[in-house]
């Protein structure tokens, strides 16, 4: 079935420092889709990518589809303390509305 | 925006007996809800996808008639862990997708943390 695998498990950056999370699938994605869930919390739909080679921007935040859809990337300029938490890609594999959800990437940012 | 609910929040259980938990979408319909397990430091398994007026569909390696599942309703789910074991001990969460949106995007409840003793 289909496997996401997402680097670095785990990162502690120092507030102000920039941070990027990948995403990797051996299979080619239909989409993908980020989620962020702050430590004993739920997770929540940050965006969803479709088209090779797509790159969207939330302030501080740029995600990007790689152009064979196999991974993704979430980058995020300037860390704060607010942007602590585990952030999952996840994706639907073709023809079924559930979602795979990548291993995750902690991060820890320090003030 | 789409509110998903679920109860209880936590829930401490003897071995042997049996839990039911409640997925709820409040302010829109939902003709399929997904339940999540979550241990700890680690992702999220999806472990069915409840069809409203059907029967689930469970993922590979989950037991059916250990995790009952309902969807009864195109704003309520439930999950039954029977007979619950020690390991069955977990975070379960669920999520629900707007079918009036057509929306892609899942909409997770805040999670039910089980523990069995």
């Known amino acids: 079935g289909q496997q996401v695998m997402q680097i670095p498990q785990y990162q502690h950056v120092q507030e102000g420092e920039d941070f990027t999370t990948y995403c990797n699938s051996s299979t080619t994605l239909s989409n993908i889709q980020w989620y962020k869930q702050r430590p004993g919390g739920h997770p929540v739909f940050l965006i969803q990518?479709?088209?090779?080679?797509e790159v969207k921007k939330q302030k501080r935040l740029t995600f990007q589809f790689g152009e064979a859809k196999k991974n993704s990337s979430l980058h995020i300029t300037a860390t704060q303390t607010t942007d602590v938490g585990t952030y999952f890609c996840?994706?639907?594999?073709?023809?079924?509305?559930?979602?795979?959800f990548g291993t995750g990437t902690r991060l820890l940012v320090s003030p | 925006g789409a509110v998903v609910s679920q109860h209880p929040s936590r829930v401490i259980c003897k071995s042997g007996t049996s839990v039911k938990i409640e997925c709820r979408s409040l302010?829109?319909?939902?003709?399929?809800m997904f339940w999540y397990r979550q241990f700890p430091k680690k992702s999220l398994m999806l472990m069915a996808t409840s069809n409203e007026g059907s029967k689930a569909t469970y993922e590979q390696g989950v037991e059916k008639d250990k995790f009952l599942i309902n969807h009864a309703s195109l704003t309520l789910s439930t999950l039954t862990v029977t007979s619950a074991h020690p390991e069955d001990s977990s975070f379960y969460i669920c999520?629900?997708?707007?079918?009036?949106?057509?929306?892609?995007?899942?909409?997770f409840g805040p999670g039910t943390r089980l523990t069995v003793t």
């Open positions: 996840a994706s639907n594999p073709t023809g079924f509305q559930k979602l795979v």
């Open positions: 999520s629900a997708r707007n079918r009036d949106r057509g929306s892609y995007e899942q909409y």
């Open positions: 302010d829109f319909q939902a003709t399929t």
């Open positions: 990518l479709v088209k090779s080679g």
